[in-house]
């Protein structure tokens, strides 16, 4: 289970921190303040654990600017953030989550996520900036079926 992760909607003064990360990793990051983004951070007791993003698009989600502190990663926690935030979408009504990730789709097929054309997304999650323009055509697009994932999400590891 969880335990003692908490997810927390990001404040805006927050956002900064989250920005310098994802512009340490190359990751598309000077659109956060705009409106249809929300983004959470997740906590051990120890502090920060990670961070992740979704954009809205009817029942379908982009998850975006999943990133974790470099002392915190290749310990399992990238998968807790993901599924702090996944369960933060399914909160949300979402059915699916849609991502674009240069390096690090092994990660994402690790976690349940499958490769997919970006043809097959819906037409608002491929018009999205990241869709549009924010990720390089040579983007793997993965998706996650929240319904039949979200029974074992907290289940793959002792969190
Ligand atoms: C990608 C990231 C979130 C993964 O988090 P992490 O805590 O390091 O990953 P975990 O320890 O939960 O790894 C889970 C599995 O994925 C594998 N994995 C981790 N990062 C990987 C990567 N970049 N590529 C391929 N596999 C990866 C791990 O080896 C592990 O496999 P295992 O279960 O066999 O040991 C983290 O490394 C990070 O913040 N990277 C920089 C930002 C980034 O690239 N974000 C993705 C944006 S789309």
Do not use: H
Request: contains cysteine; positive net charge; aromatic residues 6%.
């Amino acid at each position: 289970m969880m335990g003692s992760r908490t997810a927390t909607p990001l404040a805006k003064r927050d956002l900064p921190a989250l920005a310098a990360l994802l512009a340490m990793e190359g990751l598309p990051n000077q659109d956060i303040a705009e409106a249809g983004r929300r983004f959470w951070r997740v906590d051990a007791p120890d502090g920060l654990l990670g961070y992740g993003g979704l954009e809205i698009y009817g029942p379908d989600g982009l998850l975006r600017s999943v990133v974790l502190p470099p002392e915190r990663r290749r310990k399992g926690e990238g998968c807790t953030v993901v599924d702090a935030i996944s369960k933060e979408a399914v909160a949300l009504g979402l059915e699916r989550l849609w991502l674009l990730t240069i390096g690090a789709a092994g990660f994402f097929e690790r976690i349940g996520f499958t490769r997919a054309e970006r043809g097959d997304a819906p037409p608002a999650i491929r018009a999205s900036a990241q869709f549009a323009g924010l990720c390089p055509g040579s983007a793997v697009c993965l998706r996650r079926d929240l319904a039949s994932t979200t029974a074992g999400m907290d289940g793959r590891r002792k969190l």
